[in-house]
């Protein structure tokens, strides 16, 4: 795997966060507990003294690990995050996986209109799928939550249009540019709490979490960050391997990103 410049990653990252809430009037950020958004948010609290200074989304289907659950209590209060839970229902959707496909975006659709946010920060990276590829660090949605992915617009934040010319949303992705290892690397160098899936118990740990649904361990015997580094610097195996709706055909996933999934 790649290894990158964290001091650059990190200087862009914060430069994109400041920008965005800057620019736009009422920004959120969605947290899942996973090792991105969480180094997202302590990139945030570098960017502004130490707080992150916007309402941080859970969109929850009742079915995620205990142990996210306990990490999400326990960082809420240890970085006196302002949390906002949204539920979201179960039930049979287009994707095929009810629990964590479009539903979710159901429960946010909901949300956004009853909050009136006009931006959200989001953790994707383009190196996890391919059609995350096709992203931009600030993508518009329209007010019906899709994104035109075949029709993006020049990677220039410097000429990115003003929030007058759209009548949905943005999507602000800060990480779009680091890859795995680089999200561990940061980790340990700026000793960011982590859920403790992460870690091998038995043989096994998880490397890309969703809930108790749709994600499964890989054998491993990283016990510890540094275990984790020393494995991707070598492994061959795709990040995303245990997460069953990347085993689907890519047009599913092209499919639900362009309704607006996270």
């Not at 010319?165 to 800060?174: A, N, T, Y």
Request: proline share 3%; glycine share 4%; with cysteine.
């Amino acid at each position: 795997m790649i290894k990158q410049d964290l001091n650059e990653l990190e200087e862009r990252s914060i430069f994109i966060m400041r920008e965005a809430k800057s620019k736009f009037k009422n920004v959120a950020a969605l947290w899942s507990m996973g090792k991105d958004s969480t180094t997202m948010l302590a990139l945030a609290r570098k960017a502004f003294l130490g707080k992150v200074p916007f309402p941080v989304i859970h969109i929850d289907n009742s079915i995620d690990f205990p142990e996210t659950y306990a990490f999400r209590e326990y960082l809420t209060k240890k970085w006196n995050l302002d949390l906002i839970v949204v539920k979201s229902e179960i039930k049979p959707e287009m994707s095929g996986f009810s629990c964590c496909g479009a539903n979710k975006t159901v429960a946010l659709k909901k949300l956004m209109k009853e909050r009136g946010f006009d931006a959200l920060i989001v953790s994707i990276r383009r190196d996890e799928h391919g059609i995350r590829a096709k992203e931009r660090y600030v993508s518009p949605r329209d007010v019906n939550f899709k994104w035109d992915y075949k029709n993006q617009r020049a990677e220039l934040w410097d000429d990115y249009a003003s929030k007058s010319d759209i009548k949905g949303h943005v999507r602000v992705h800060p990480l779009l540019d680091w890859n795995e290892l680089s999200v561990w690397e940061y980790i340990k160098k700026e000793k960011i709490p982590i859920n403790p899936l992460y870690y091998s118990r038995n043989g096994n740990r998880y490397r890309s979490l969703g809930c108790t649904h749709c994600s499964s361990p890989h054998k491993s015997n990283a016990k510890n960050i540094n275990d984790i580094i020393n494995e991707l610097e070598t492994t061959r195996s795709e990040e995303r391997a245990g997460r069953e709706q990347d085993k689907e055909k890519s047009y599913v996933m092209a499919k639900l990103r362009s309704l607006g999934y996270m």
